[in-house]
């Protein structure tokens, strides 16, 4: 029986690059096929001149499924290849990507502890020493350290461009977004340092409302002398977060671990030695906070970028940036409004009574940063599953509920611990029994308060990187007027600090269970299935 070789059009089940699969679909079809024997620029197979032979016909319906099969195992290896390539959390097991995400958030959260370490050293360095310097970091820390928490729509906006950039790919973009934002967060610095040359003292005497006049001039000093750095801890904080979102975590916590050695020298040669008190505890800050930034930027230039490149934005990044930054600086700026509310309405309550929530939400904010890396690895690890090329919901899904079971581990831990520092050991901040005995009544809220922390921002950071903005920054704005006006009317009822804290503990709860309804929700962006307007399709050569 005569046969010819004929070439068949490309099925629709075959690869697009036949030539890189062709050993592994000889493999699969034992090495013997008339397949083998062909160019690798096409596949062919052996077709009859006479079509009716029910034999050759079984046979050729045979190879094809063969064919189909084998083509499907290829097409399933190229994409698990391209997969691992990629190195991101895409683990189907918990467990598994749960070790990943303590890859990242191990050096995540040392880098997220050394800031507010800082200002506790700060203030365990100043409590052993007087008690009216004790209580001007009150507002002194809100100045300074609350509101660099103002700029924090700078790190987010940084890490969610870069991640989304990197997710397309396309690095060059990523390097411009980086030097346009470090020269957003210069300028920002600037117009902050001259803010705090002019109105830093108006600012420390309408915080304190004319009473307890006899810190306004510690107070003062502490946020002149600090303010001197805002500029290098905007910059640094864009290099920070660029880095961050490249998933890079040890190169920050280095610069920050190396600012925090800086700053507790600093403390103890200028405060415990050489007798400075206040000042000499804003200048060792200040110091360590300049070496830090210079050290944040180096780390960024090892990842391949220029840290020294700064672009002026054009009219349409500016509007770009914005529309990111704005619902982000609203919600931030609420958050820490609200914090420092508290201590506005702590200020009207007594100068031991200052000095107590002085320490509790010093150490407060200490264990609350442990939290944050969660939503930092929500921020640089979502974006690509929420829309990045390689797009899946699942294991979107399957990296929250990963990141709730470390949240809830963590803030039992956390509340454990930091409520047994101040009510075991309170002679680590002050040896003053009126301010112990204001620190032990706070324990019960402390606790509360704390424990539900590092969940609420890990479903704070999964909906900032899906970038549903709008409705946290609803949830925020609301939390704080309702909170305010809450803690108005706790305060002049007479259930003093301990009121206030029962507060905090309604306005951490309140966020959990509205960003997990908004999660959970049918048309939420972990269970829709329309793709965002950020969704990268993925590009296929044909």
Partial sequence: MLIRAQRLPMSPFLPQNPIKSNQTLIRCLGGDSVLTQRKLS????????????????????????????????????????????????????????????????????????????????DTVVIGQGSSVELAALGPGTVLCDHMSYVFMFLSVATSNMVATSLAKQDKKEAQHQISVLLFVGLVCGLMMLLLTRLFGPWAVTAFTRGKNVDIVPAANTYVQIRGLAWPFILVGLVAQSASLGMKNSWGPLKALAAATIINGLGDTI????????????????????????????????????????????????????????APVFISIFSKIAFYSFIIYCATSMGTHVLAAHQVMAQTFRMCNVWGEPLSQTAQSFMPEMLYGANRNLPKARTLLKSLMIIGATLGLVLGVIGTSVPGLFPGVYTHDKVII????????????????????????????????????????????????????????????????????????WGRFGLYLRRLLSPGGILNTDEPSPYTVEKIKSI
């Fill in 42 to 121: 096409g596949i062919t197979t052996a077709t009859p001149v006479f079509q009716g032979n029910p034999v050759v016909t079984r046979r050729e319906i045979k190879v094809e499924r063969i064919t189909r099969k084998c083509v499907g195992i290829v097409g399933e290896a190229e994409e698990e290849e391209e997969e691992k390539k990629r190195g991101d959390l895409v683990k189907e097991s918990v467990w598994e990507q749960m070790k990943e995400i303590v890859k990242f958030t191990g050096p995540a959260m040392g880098m997220w502890i050394c800031g507010p370490l800082m200002s506790l050293i």
């Fill in 270 to 325: 200028l405060c415990l030695l050489l007798g400075q008190g206040i000042a000499g505890a804003a200048w060792a800050t200040t110091a360590s906070q300049v070496v830090s930034a210079f050290m944040m930027m180096d780390s960024l230039n090892k990842e391949g970028c220029n840290a020294y490149s700064f672009s002026v934005p054009s009219p349409q990044e500016l509007w770009k940036i914005s529309a990111l930054a």
């Fill in 437 to 508: 005995t204001e620190m032990h009544r706070l324990l019960i809220p402390f606790f509360m308060a704390l424990f539900a922390l590092p969940m609420t921002v890990s479903l704070e950071g999964t909906l900032l990187a899906g970038r549903d903005l709008k409705f946290v920054s609803s949830v925020m704005s609301s939390s704080f007027v309702l909170g305010c006006l809450t803690l108005m009317f706790v305060t002049r009822s007479g259930y003093g600090l301990i009121g206030c804290w029962f507060i905090l503990v309604g306005f951490q």
